[in-house]
């Protein structure tokens, strides 16, 4: 299963106000394998030691976060697969709840260094 996150994932929920630029990921290795093959990806490569996967599809970024057993991805995936608001839509992935989508942008509220900062801190 692979599970939508970021601002493409909140914008399912409510209007965020912005076009999201980019699709935000997390599967296992295997599954970011078969949807870049599925949806044509010129471009597939890891980085971060394999800890993300970055593809173009569509002229569109996609980064995809690894869920190796033990890793914090994997743990995430176990919750969105065992909360009863995800929302399965007919697409190749799960969609969080908003209590989940607002647990993983209050995570990183911290990352001042973060280019993303003011857009994770004007989601939450």
């Not at 949807?35 to 002229?59: L, Q, R, V």
């Not at 190796?68 to 799960?94: L, Q, V």
């Not at 993983?104 to 900062?117: I, Q």
Request: net charge negative; charged share 25%; aromatic share 10%.
């Amino acid at each position: 299963m692979l599970i939508l996150i970021g601002s493409r994932a909140l914008d399912e929920h409510i209007d965020i106000g912005r076009v999201p630029l980019d699709t935000d990921l997390i599967g296992t290795y295997n599954d970011i394998v078969r949807y870049s093959k599925a949806n044509g990806s010129t471009c597939f490569y890891p980085f971060d030691n394999g800890k993300y996967i970055k593809m173009f599809i569509d002229g569109q970024h996609v980064e995809a976060e690894v869920a190796w057993e033990g890793s914090s991805a994997e743990s995430i995936m176990n919750h969105i697969a065992n909360d009863s608001d995800t929302r399965m839509c007919g697409r190749p992935f799960a969609i969080p709840s908003l209590n989940v989508l607002y647990m993983l942008k209050m995570s990183h509220r911290f990352k001042k260094n973060s280019p993303h900062f003011l857009k994770t801190m004007d989601d939450i």
